[in-house]
């Protein structure tokens, strides 16, 4: 096995675990944010923290050289306010790992970032759509692979999300995996059982094609979105989802279009939210630019300084997309 899929395979292990906690979390009846207030815009649940030491814990015990580029830090579970979410995290920890585990070693997992120089390194959000999260609805843990900033892996829990896209009524929960060059693959959940390799949709006609993008309409001017439906009379409609569900979504051919138009000016995308994501939907024959068409550029550590929103496609329709995004902007 490549060190890759090594990888892949831990990430898978620890995102099954993590989801476990993250179901528990959701389904207790009040469901709140921590220190939202000094955490800013973003909202950071218990089950955040938790989700990201059990990632972290499996990949410093294996792999403890790897760079590690991850949202949370434990910096607010440690202050003195905090003393009953640390508490919380921990427990959570420790019951899904059935082990006892210390306050310590809980936030040292949390804020294990392996040898920064190392060109192989992780990007990962231990809950994408923590929004989504809170109102019960789509979320994914996400583990992306980049060596040398080139997306070369991922692992995209989505404990919400319908196992067959056909059956938006039936059981939930699926775990997306790539490694590049070997395509692209959906794993139940509770790991019992096998992969299933996904493609995207070859759908050209224009009446048939569906547009992801985000529930939160801050998250990506949603009149791009309207203006690209119109002009090239896409008929499927806008689907909203939160977290990076929706490049699996894609990537099983349950949607042709992902587009994340930069949501303002001085916003640039971080980079965990999108590497899992991106390497998964081109194994599945997917591509992915910006929405000026050019080159992801993920080499510049936590954000995409060089891009301007992004953009992942079924291939067959990227390049009219590029162009009618070009167009709209023109006569703006
Ligand atoms: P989504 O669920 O697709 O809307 O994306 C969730 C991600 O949006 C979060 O993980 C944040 O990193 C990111 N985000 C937060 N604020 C913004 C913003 N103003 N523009 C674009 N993305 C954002
Ligand atoms: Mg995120």
């Known amino acids: 096995m490549n060190e890759v899929r090594a990888l892949v395979e831990t990430a898978i ?18 469901l709140k944010g921590v220190d939202q207030a000094k955490t800013g815009d973003e909202p950071v649940t218990i089950a955040d923290y938790a989700s990201q030491a059990l990632i972290l814990r499996a990949i410093a015990a294996r792999f403890p050289r790897v760079a590690i580029l991850s949202e949370e830090a434990s910096s607010h579970l440690r202050d003195q306010q905090s003393a009953e979410s640390l508490e919380e995290v921990r427990a959570l920890v420790a019951d899904v790992l059935g082990e006892r585990v210390g306050h310590e070693t809980l936030c040292d997992w949390i804020d294990h970032q392996g040898d920064r120089s190392n060109p192989l390194c992780l990007a990962i959000d231990p809950i994408d759509g923590t929004k989504g999260f809170l109102r019960r609805e789509q979320y994914a843990i996400a583990v992306g692979v980049l060596d040398r900033g080139e997306p070369v892996g991922g692992v995209l829990a989505c404990p919400n999300l319908p196992v067959d896209g056909e059956r938006p009524d039936g059981p939930r929960g699926a775990i997306f995996h790539a490694v590049k060059g070997e395509g692209a693959f959906q794993r139940p959940l509770d790991l019992k059982g096998g992969d299933r390799r996904i493609r995207v949709a070859p759908t050209t006609d224009p009446a048939k094609v569906r547009v992801l993008c985000s529930v939160e309409s801050s998250h990506g001017d949603p009149r791009v979105i309207t203006d690209l439906i119109a002009e090239l009379r896409f008929g499927g409609g806008p689907v909203r989802i939160d977290s990076q569900v929706k490049y699996a979504v894609l990537a099983r051919g349950g949607a042709e279009v992902y587009l994340r138009p930069r949501s303002k000016p001085s916003w640039r995308d971080n980079v965990w939210d999108h590497a899992a994501g991106v390497a998964i939907a081109r194994e599945a024959g997917g591509r992915a630019t910006d929405q000026d068409g050019a080159r992801l550029d993920f080499s510049c550590a936590q954000r995409l300084e060089n891009n301007r929103g992004v953009l992942t496609t079924n291939s067959a329709l990227h390049d009219s997309i590029v162009d009618a995004l070009r167009r709209i902007e023109s006569r703006a």
């Open 13 to 30: 292990e620890a995102a099954a675990l993590a989801s476990q906690v993250c179901r528990s979390v959701q389904q207790r009846t009040v």
